[in-house]
């Protein structure tokens, strides 16, 4: 990369290379200790919330149990209710207030308000103290971006809006990691896209956080301009890109487009406050074990699924000085992965795959619009296409959005999934709707 380091503007860059992690103690504990350590923190907060928490005192005591019933996580995942998206809502509406009970916050004021991100169309809102700002959160939150490449030094663009809890978190890690933090004004709407791409310009940094939709606007800005892409973000060495799952060929793509070192896929869930970094490996999103317990269950019976086996993604938090989520079903679909990582984190690795809501279950498989990506995205004018799947009547109809192939290609394409997804596929185009910041479709308004 000697080339790419003559057109940086700034001081002179050190490569991290991907071998130097410097790994902080809670990243590689041993699976056992991590194990029992996880299992003391979450008695802790089982008790805790039993006295303190009137959401989940109230739904425990309807339904008779008590935390002295826990023994074990077998036990917690046997007789723990599940919380989901729906519960808070409902209580919201009831409680006509953003604050329905679910606050752990010790006896503290909340130092923040955040909102999530809108799942499911409604927005719920989260307490936090600063002993929990500056405590497992900031962890997290460095741990991911330093596995992300983040150093002392570097220019680091964010774009995650003002209101959302990953945007707060950031800002405070980026700080504490010794960064430049640029964020400029503007929201993900795509009018805002030519913004983006002229702040990256203009300010150039070394490091760019952003979601899916706003990097293919970017791009699509560049390709408007008759601007090569590997000029418009010519001092960026990585992006860490939220918002979506991203194929090993779209992956591999990008960082050509742009000339990356390397491009990480972010993921978690602002409903359940948690997320997870990928390293270098790529392998998954590597969990704060020490700050969260999360399991993967099937979609019929509620059970743990073994790892290798996706299912629906449920989390509980740790930590306390803040609001506080129990066995809360996220509504994302994920995998759980317990193999050593060449990184040396022993932390479980967390694949997602996208929302529940947007996958079909075939035969006891669970098909997202990510596996049909990583078929798509093998023709560049499927790439960036928006996917839908659906099951009816003994065929899979995948719905593609965002893109114009030529009959040729979606002819191939239809093959190729036939081939590859083992059944019969229908693949069509759809009208374009409107995108939504994280990527999802919206309906248009009527006029």
Known sequence: MPMRRERCRGPTLTLPHPSQEHLDEGECLPPAVLRKQQEEKLFSVLEYAYRWVPFYRGLWQR?????????????????????????????????????????????????NIVMTSGSRGFNTFAFLSPGALLGDDLLTAARELWAMKVRPGLTVLTLGPAWHVLALRDSLALGALGATVVSPWGSYAPRFYPAFLDAVMTFQPQHLLVTAPVLRGMLAECHRRGLPPVEAFRSVFWIGCAGEAITPLMRQWLKDEMALEDLF??????????????????????????????EVIDSLTGMP??????????????????????????????????????????????????????????????????????????????RWARVSVRWHKGCLYVDIEGVGPSREVLEEASRSLREELQGEVCLSLRSEGVEGWKGQRMLRPSS
Not at 323 to 345: K, N
């Open 305 to 382: 699924c073994p790892p290798g086996r996706r299912g629906l993604v449920v989390v509980t938090n740790l930590s306390l000085g803040r609001s506080l989520y129990i066995r809360f079903e996220t509504g994302d679909v994920g995998e759980l992965r317990w193999a050593p990582c060449p990184c040396g984190r022993t932390s479980p690795l967390l694949e997602l795959y996208g929302r529940w809501e947007d996958c079909a279950l075939v035969d006891g498989r669970i098909i997202t619009p990510y596996d049909v990506r990583c078929i798509l995205d093998k023709w560049e004018e499927l």
């Open 63 to 111: 339904l008779g149990l008590h935390p002295r019933k826990i023994k074990d996580l077998a036990d917690f995942s046997s007789l723990v209710p599940r919380v989901r998206k729906d519960d808070l809502i409902q209580a919201i509406r009831e409680e006509g207030s953003g604050r329905v009970g679910l606050e752990a916050l010790r006896g503290a004021r909340p130092s």
């Open 265 to 294: 896929e972010r993921g978690g869930s602002s409903d359940g406050m948690f997320g997870g970094p990928e390293c270098f490996v790529h392998w998954g999103h590597h969990i704060s074990a020490d700050a969260h317990y999360v």
